[in-house]
């Protein structure tokens, strides 16, 4: 396939706009033109538009980088996040250990030590450094 400079840049006036984020702006319209090609392609990689939604996640993500630092946490409060996302009392993670053990972590008392962070990140699919 040849393409010359100028097919390209026909096609690029129209393209440039789904793929452009360089304000907050058009980060959000990003992010929900994303979040509509997640529900039409889903994960169906012969989808025609697959490679749009792969780009374009590529792009939000690349922004993200650059302009949305995530604050600093401990172990403990991610801990605590995730309890509060699944729904999770202190008694139902025995991989952390008993109630109190993870009452403890939970209140600064206690640090998360490497066994509870591996199990954890298993359990929670994230990887480790996490909890770190």
């Given at each position: 396939m040849n393409i010359?400079?100028?097919?390209?840049?026909?096609?690029?006036?129209?393209?440039?706009?789904?793929?452009t984020v360089r304000t907050k702006r058009e980060y959000d319209r990003a992010v929900t033109r994303l979040n509509s090609l997640l529900?039409?392609?889903?994960?169906?990689e012969r989808h025609p538009l697959?490679?749009?939604l792969d780009t374009l996640g590529?792009?939000?993500?690349a922004y993200e980088e650059e302009h949305q630092r995530l604050p600093e946490s401990t172990g403990?409060?991610?801990?605590?996040?995730f309890m509060q996302e699944h729904g999770l009392t202190q008694?139902?993670?025995?991989?952390?250990?008993?109630?109190?053990?993870?009452?403890e972590i939970l209140k600064g008392r206690r640090e998360l030590n490497v066994?509870?962070?591996?199990?954890?990140?298993?359990?929670f699919r994230v990887?480790?450094?996490?909890f770190m």
């Open positions: 010359s400079a100028k097919e390209i840049q026909n096609h690029w006036a129209s393209v440039r706009p789904l793929l529900d039409e392609v889903g994960t169906n697959y490679g749009l590529t792009v939000i993500h403990a409060e991610m801990l605590g996040y008694s139902e993670l025995p991989e952390v250990g008993s109630q109190g053990v993870v009452s066994r509870q962070i591996r199990a954890l990140a298993r359990r990887s480790p450094a996490v």
